[in-house]
T-cell receptor, first 109, second 115 residues
Framework: GQNIDQPTEMTATEGAIVQINCTYQTSGFNGLFWYQQHAGEAPTFLSY????GLEEKGRFSSFLSRSKGYSYLLLKELQMKDSASYLCAVRGGGNKLVFGAGTILRVKS | ETGVTQTPRHLVMGMTNKKSLKCEQHLGHNAMYWYKQSAKKPLELMFV???????ENNSVPSRFSPECPNSSHLFLHLHTLQPEDSALYLC??????????????FGPGTRLTVL
């Protein structure tokens, strides 16, 4: 079966660091994606990991451990505009993307 | 601006109506997708087209009928829908139907309400 788990909601303070976790169980693995989705808008691509380790892109970093079926998205120097839903998606066997339900991040001042 | 547009952005329809959703991508991609997004649920893949050919129908009821006349346009024809079909319908495109880092780019979605 295919299963992607991420926390439903998180709250963090402006300027802080927040880590959004994602665990997955899929048939096959061909990469993991993170998307950001503001309310009423399109999901937008943030990052792609296929090898173990940390990928850094400005204030956002994404980590992958394939042996543990685990990834996290790290957001530094949080800004109010980072309030959004963050979607974890795994490309499994057959190359289909399987999405988690998303984590709603609320950034407070 | 993601290069994928969808119209209409909002649609309210009765269960006996027939309507169509339109998606257009300006990215030169060859694969297009329809997803359904319900509140607090994962995105559900509905249909996949690659080079205008349907390659995936994820057990979607026949009241949803996709059409892909060319690689830039994708339609979802709706008829005799049920209230539980109310959701955000997202269109996406990618360079081609491949593995690896082939990234899907999404449109803003059509918010559908079935009365």
């Amino acid at each position: 079966g295919q299963n992607i788990d991420q926390p439903t909601e998180m709250t963090a303070t402006e300027g802080a660091i927040v880590q959004i976790n994602c665990t997955y169980q899929t048939s096959g693995f061909n990469g993991l994606f993170w998307y950001q989705q503001h309310a009423g808008e399109a999901p937008t691509f943030l990052s792609y990991n296929v090898l173990d380790g940390l990928e850094e892109k400005g204030r956002f970093s994404s980590f992958l451990s394939r042996s543990k079926g685990y990834s996290y998205l790290l957001l530094k120097e949080l800004q109010m505009k980072d309030s959004a839903s963050y979607l974890c998606a795994v490309r499994g066997g057959g190359n289909k993307l399987v999405f988690g339900a998303g984590t709603i991040l609320r950034v407070k001042s | 601006e993601t290069g994928v547009t969808q119209t209409p952005r909002h649609l309210v329809m009765g269960m006996t109506n027939k309507k169509s959703l339109k998606c257009e991508q300006h990215l030169g991609h060859n694969a297009m997708y329809w997803y359904k997004q319900s509140a607090k649920k994962p995105l559900e893949l509905m249909f996949v087209y690659n080079f205008k050919e349907q390659t995936e129908n994820n057990s979607v009821p026949s009241r949803f009928s996709p059409e892909c006349p060319n690689s830039s346009h994708l339609f979802l024809h709706l008829h005799t829908l049920q209230p539980e079909d109310s959701a955000l319908y997202l269109c996406a495109s990618s360079q081609e139907l491949a593995g690896g880092s082939d990234t899907q780019y999404f449109g803003p979605g059509t918010r559908l309400t079935v009365l």
